[in-house]
């Protein structure tokens, strides 16, 4: 058994009353270790360790260069430590280790990436064609930030809110998933390592409705950066608006993955298949909406389960495995829940359907990859968030009708297109309302570019040079070179 503790101040503690919650490995179905309860007592002393930080700590005068050295070694740090970071998310959340593997290479990039920006933080001077006005702005850290996290990918979250947030110069709380801490925790360890300064780094740990909200609600917090669903996104963006916090919020999806008969089919079938499958469908980026041409529907559903009937659920430390169990008791409910629904509603289950049960398959939370045809677009499977390996198949006929039925939903993270024409793919890329587009591929993340939702999917970008402005203020400065009184005061020059 793991007994985590918080990391405050630069120190790590439990919680002020010593309350613990479990942390459960969705495979084996036991607890394998113990995370710190935070109250907001606790959130208020991290805060207040950032706000020092951020105020009175050498944070505040180092060089940008300086910030830079801190985030690379903790990106070597990352490096060193990549396969026991694996394991541990992997045990905490269930996804495939290969998966958290790769991504944690990705995370130490972010950090070295963002490292790189730290020193290129730059304002503008304002030509104001007056001969003796100078006018210019500076970027300033826009204060403590707290950081939020998703269970799916909790390192991967707090590098693209963190290491863009302490680059701009701001100190940070995070408040990770009450299902998925233990990573988080170890990176402290990390930070601590690199030798960052007391309270730059803070992690508090704990439920949401608690901690979470706690940390939101703290006068002393100037910007949230979220990532989780829509609901509880609008509610941390009502609190943060009653005292004028900024906020950016990475949320849910529906994500239409496109295939016109155009398209190879065959890279088109793989790429529905890891774009619902994946991480058991666990992703907000999930294609959860595949819209096929109904001249090669036949032809594509034959190729889709043909591939989706190979997937092999299992242990997500085996390297044979490529579906995991769901990652939560909660999220496991919601998902058979949406079976039920979508049963009702009158989709035609073509494959799974059911709670997978095998002996290989501990822990009592696999879901069988589940795909299901003659959807309609209108329907509470087609435009709700799931989280979890249920496809849906909607027809269409023309271009126009593939955009009208992407379109024709809530949210707005990202889409796929698969075409062999690229006059459409380009035309579907501007059509199309989501934050990033994916032609001819899918899942192709990088922290090197900007990635977000519209309409319900969030607010604000993570990833790339954008994010750095998401932690700045703009100050405009005027200096008056004139040598000489105006004539008239109530003039201006
Ligand atoms: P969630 O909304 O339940 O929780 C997210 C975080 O908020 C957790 O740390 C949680 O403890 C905290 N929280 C919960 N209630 C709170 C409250 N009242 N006040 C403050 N904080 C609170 O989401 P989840 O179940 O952890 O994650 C799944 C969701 O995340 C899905 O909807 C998915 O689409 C979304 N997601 C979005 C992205 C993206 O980048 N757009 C990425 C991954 C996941």
């Known amino acids: 058994m793991q007994n985590y503790q918080m990391f405050i101040g630069g120190v790590f503690a439990d919680a002020s009353d010593g309350e613990t919650l479990e942390t459960v490995d969705p495979f084996r179905g036991d607890v394998w270790a113990r995370i710190p309860r935070a109250r907001s007592k606790d959130v208020d002393d991290a805060v207040r360790a950032a706000r020092e ?26 490096e060193r430590n990549r396969d026991r970071l694996a394991e541990i998310e992997t045990r905490d959340n269930g996804k495939l ?70 680059a701009a110069g701001c100190t940070v709380v995070v408040k990770p998933s009450e299902f998925a801490s233990a990573s988080t925790l170890e990176f402290a360890e990390l930070v601590r390592q690199a030798g960052l300064p007391d309270g730059v780094f803070n992690v508090v740990t704990g439920l949401g409705q ?47 993955n496109i295939v016109f008969a155009d398209a190879d089919l065959d890279l088109a079938a793989a790429g529905a298949v890891s774009g619902i499958f994946g991480a058991s469908g666990q992703m907000c980026t999930a294609g959860s909406r595949l819209l096929v041409q109904r001249s090669v529907m036949e032809e594509f559903s034959g190729r889709l389960l043909e591939l989706a009937r190979r997937i092999r659920l299992g ?27 979508a049963e009702a509603d009158g989709a035609r289950c073509i494959l799974g359907g059911r709670a997978a049960e095998a002996p290989n398959l501990t822990g009592g939370q696999f879901v069988e990859p589940t795909i299901l045809a003659d959807v309609s677009n209108s329907m509470r499977i087609a435009q709700e968030e799931v989280f979890g390996p249920i ?43 989501v934050g990033t587009v ?56």
């Open 97 to 166: 280790l290969r998966e958290t593997r790769g991504q944690l290479g990705g995370v130490a990039e972010c950090w070295r990436y963002y490292g790189g920006l730290a020193d290129k933080i730059e304002g503008r001077s304002i030509p104001l064609g007056k001969a003796d006005t100078i006018s210019f702005t500076t970027r300033e850290p826009i204060g403590v930030v707290a950081a939020l996290t998703a269970w799916n990918s909790p390192l991967w979250f707090t590098a693209v809110k963190c290491a863009p947030a302490l």
């Open 438 to 493: 994916w032609i001819n591929t899918y899942r192709a993340y990088s922290y090197m570019v900007p990635f977000g939702g519209m309409k319900h999917s969030g607010l604000g970008r993570e990833g790339g040079i954008e994010a750095v402005d998401e932690f700045l203020e703009t100050k405009n400065v005027m200096i008056s070179t004139a040598e000489t009184a105006p004539s008239n005061p109530f003039v201006m020059r």
């Open 315 to 341: 242990d997500p430390m085996d390297p044979e495995t490529d579906v995991g169990p769901i990652s939560t008791p909660p999220q496991f409910r919601k998902v058979m829940e949406y079976l039920a629904v």
């Open 210 to 256: 608690e901690a979470g909200a706690a940390l939101v609600e703290h006068p002393d917090v100037a910007k949230i950066t979220f990532t989780g669903s829509d609901s509880t996104g609008a509610r941390v963006y009502e609190t943060a608006a009653r005292s004028m916090k900024r906020v950016s919020l990475e949320l849910g999806g529906k994500s239409p």
């Open 53 to 78: 930080a951020l105020e009175t700590g050498p944070w505040a005068t180092i060089t940008g260069t300086e910030r830079g050295k801190y985030l690379s070694a903790l990106a070597d740090l990352i």
């Open 391 to 433: 496809l849906s198949i909607i027809g269409f006929d023309t271009e126009e009708e593939a955009i009208r039925i992407a379109n024709d939903t809530q949210y707005g993270l990202v889409a796929g297109v698969w075409t062999g024409n690229m006059a459409r793919a380009v035309r579907m890329s501007k059509a199309l309302h």
